[in-house]
């Protein structure tokens, strides 16, 4: 069951991977297509580069597990950001909505898989 857990995690965190960084490589490296959507979305273009930093940074916590709580931090703004951009495209009515959806179902599947595999009874007790 272990064993399935961590192929499960590693393969989703994989693809979801795969996907942050070509969304990020389309931040940087074709920002003029980009800055257009951020626009019509109504957002300033003046946040592509810090939200591709931030999603970089988010990435190297989640894959470095050196902190569990920026570890979830990362996890929990990776979920904010693909709901605010599906709320964002079903307001603009383009139609984009699905690319965030399949981000969101993959971060979550990451999160559970990393609750399974690496944290144990012990850690999940809150403290008051």
């Not at 969304?23 to 003029?32: D, K, L, P, Q, W």
């Amino acid at each position: 069951m272990k064993k399935k857990n961590k192929l499960i995690y590693y393969a989703v965190t994989g693809l979801f991977t795969a996907h942050m960084l070509l969304t990020v490589g389309m931040y940087f490296f074709n920002n003029a297509m980009v800055s257009e959507v951020f626009v019509s979305l109504g957002f300033p273009a003046a946040l592509i580069y810090p939200l591709g930093i931030a999603k970089i940074l988010g990435l190297v916590a989640i894959w470095t597990n050196k902190s569990r709580l920026l570890k979830e931090l990362a996890y929990g703004g990776f979920a904010i950001d693909f709901c605010l951009a599906m709320v964002s495209h079903i307001a603009a009515g383009d139609g984009q909505v699905i690319p965030p959806l399949v981000a969101l179902v993959m971060v979550s599947i990451s999160f559970i898989y990393h609750r399974r595999v690496f944290v144990t009874n012990n850690q999940n007790k809150v403290v008051v």
